[in-house]
């Protein structure tokens, strides 16, 4: 499925709740049955690895420099896999998972005691988050706005916009229309492994529009096709082709798009 921002499918307030309430028991009861094996799907290739491995570092790099007083949100945290990245990076600043699926999180709370991590996890809506206003100073949110209807999306970023602090970070991924349609077309089966729920794209044109509330809204491509292999036989190219999906036009045939904002002072 592929919507692009400037639908004008406002659903009536009542239509809404009720379509938002049936998705929002879908995803819960797909991700409570995916919890115990979501982890090893998404290892499951070289190229899903290096994926994953490549778009958690460009989010690290993004979050900057933290303190102990800094409170960083990651939602929705799903097993915890970005998390333990930067506690293995030697983030030692507070971090809440927060993700709606109990099943998800109990796979998160056990692989984090496990590796001996101090985070918080607690259940929570994205369309509710349980912060106070202003409380948050970074926010990251992965993999998530795929999963709704895009006139929804308003109303997750309003949520954020919400709990962060003045000057606070939002970092978030969004699914590339570009790559994803591409896909659709030249995959064979793309469409059927996305039967569980299908993904919303975003063309990458039409994303400035959403963050108009927010500052230095920048982004950055990752995920290019065949950057892993590329890596294999000769990871400089790689790096410098890295570069061009992170800093130039490149970024539009990149599997997803990654999103920097602050809150205004
Ligand atoms: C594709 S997973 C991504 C998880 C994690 N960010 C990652 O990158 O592995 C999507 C997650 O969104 C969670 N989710 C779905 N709807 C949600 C909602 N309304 N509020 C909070 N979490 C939600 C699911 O339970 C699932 O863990």
Redesign the pocket.
């Known amino acids: 499925m592929s919507i692009t921002l400037e639908s004008n499918q406002e659903p009536s307030v009542q239509t809404e709740s009720a379509e938002l309430e049936g998705l929002?028991s879908k995803?819960?009861h797909?991700?409570d049955h995916n919890?115990p094996r979501?982890d090893n799907d998404?290892s499951i290739t070289d190229s899903l690895h290096f994926y994953?491995d490549h778009a958690h570092r460009a989010v690290n790099a993004l979050i900057g420099p933290t303190n102990k007083d800094t409170l960083h949100v990651?939602?929705?945290?799903?097993?915890g896999?970005?998390l333990f990245l930067l506690r293995e990076q030697g983030r030692d600043h507070r971090m809440i998972g927060?993700?709606?699926?109990k099943g998800?999180l109990e796979v998160a709370a056990q692989n984090s005691r496990q590796c001996g991590h101090d985070i918080e996890f607690s259940q929570?809506?994205?369309?509710s988050l349980p912060f106070a206003d202003n409380s948050v100073d970074v926010l990251t949110?992965?993999?998530?706005f795929?999963?709704?209807p895009h006139c929804y999306w308003p109303g997750l970023l309003d949520e954020m916009y919400r709990v962060l602090k003045p000057g606070g970070t939002l970092i978030t991924e969004l699914r590339n229309a570009a790559r994803g349609t591409a896909c659709q077309l030249l995959v064979p089966g793309f469409r059927k492994r996305r039967k569980q729920h299908p993904h919303v794209f975003v063309n990458p044109l039409s994303i400035k529009p959403l963050f108009r509330r927010w500052e230095n809204m920048h982004m950055q491509g990752v995920g290019l096709d065949a950057l892993s292999k590329i890596h294999r036989i000769a990871p400089i190219l790689a790096k410098g082709v890295d570069t061009l999906q992170r800093t130039t036009f490149v970024r539009y045939f990149s599997k997803t798009l990654i999103i920097h904002a602050t809150k205004p002072f």
């Open positions: 929002r995803l819960i797909l991700y919890a979501y998404r994953f990651d939602m929705p945290v799903g097993t896999r970005f927060i993700d709606i699926s998800m929570g809506d994205a369309f949110s992965l993999r998530m795929h999963l709704f």
